[in-house]
């Protein structure tokens, strides 16, 4: 089942792509950096370039995916946001995008509180834990989860 990863333009991201990637799974980014996104494209990810607090955009991408890593970091990491004057902002519209794409699974990845969605299954992983890549590839690869918050 696709999944896709909003900020993996981050070093968190990137950990997190490079966990997820395997032969057969479907792995999409969402990033603002063009050398990343030709990177990940050699890689067989597909890529959304653009502006991480374009809230339709990320909806777009999400599109036809079952989960969705949301890496907190790259709406607070001093890129630039035009869509949204605060990171705060940046993350509710991401998860109003997930909640209109149709995304059954979100793995919030970040160390605040992130807003309330109604999608089927969510998670919190801390983005600060020395094994956040570990732990949301295995969030992803469950059969199910409840809400709940890794750490």
Same mark, same amino acid.
């Given at each position: 089942?696709?999944?896709?990863? !909003?900020? *993996?333009?981050?070093?968190?991201?990137?950990? !997190? !792509?490079?966990?997820?990637?395997?032969?057969?799974?479907?792995?999409?980014?969402?990033?603002?950096?063009?050398?990343?996104?030709?990177?990940? #494209?050699?890689?067989?990810? #597909?890529?959304?370039?653009?502006?991480?607090?374009?809230?339709?955009? &990320?909806?777009?991408?999400?599109?036809?995916?079952?989960?969705?890593?949301?890496?907190?970091? *790259?709406?607070?990491?001093?890129?630039?946001?035009?869509?949204?004057? $605060?990171?705060?902002?940046?993350?509710?519209?991401?998860?109003?995008?997930?909640?209109?794409?149709?995304? #059954?699974?979100?793995?919030? &990845? $970040?160390?605040? $509180?992130?807003?309330?969605?109604? &999608?089927?299954?969510?998670?919190?992983?801390? *983005?600060?834990?020395?094994? &956040?890549?570990?732990?949301?590839?295995?969030?992803?690869?469950?059969?199910? !989860?409840?809400?709940?918050?890794?750490?």
């Amino acid at each position: 089942m696709p999944v896709i990863v !909003i900020g *993996a333009d981050t070093t968190t991201g990137r950990l !997190i !792509i490079e966990r997820l990637i395997r032969p057969g799974r479907e792995v999409r980014a969402f990033v603002t950096d063009p050398s990343t996104a030709a990177h990940l #494209k050699e890689r067989g990810v #597909k890529v959304a370039l653009g502006d991480v607090s374009d809230d339709s955009h &990320v909806e777009g991408a999400s599109l036809r995916c079952f989960s969705a890593v949301l890496v907190a970091e *790259a709406a607070e990491d001093g890129r630039e946001l035009s869509f949204a004057g $605060t990171a705060d902002e940046v993350i509710s519209g991401w998860g109003d995008a997930m909640m209109r794409s149709g995304v #059954k699974r979100v793995i919030w &990845v $970040t160390d605040r $509180t992130p807003p309330s969605i109604d &999608v089927n299954e969510v998670a919190i992983v801390d *983005a600060g834990h020395p094994d &956040v890549a570990v732990q949301v590839a295995e969030l992803d690869d469950a059969q199910e !989860i409840s809400s709940s918050s890794a750490s």
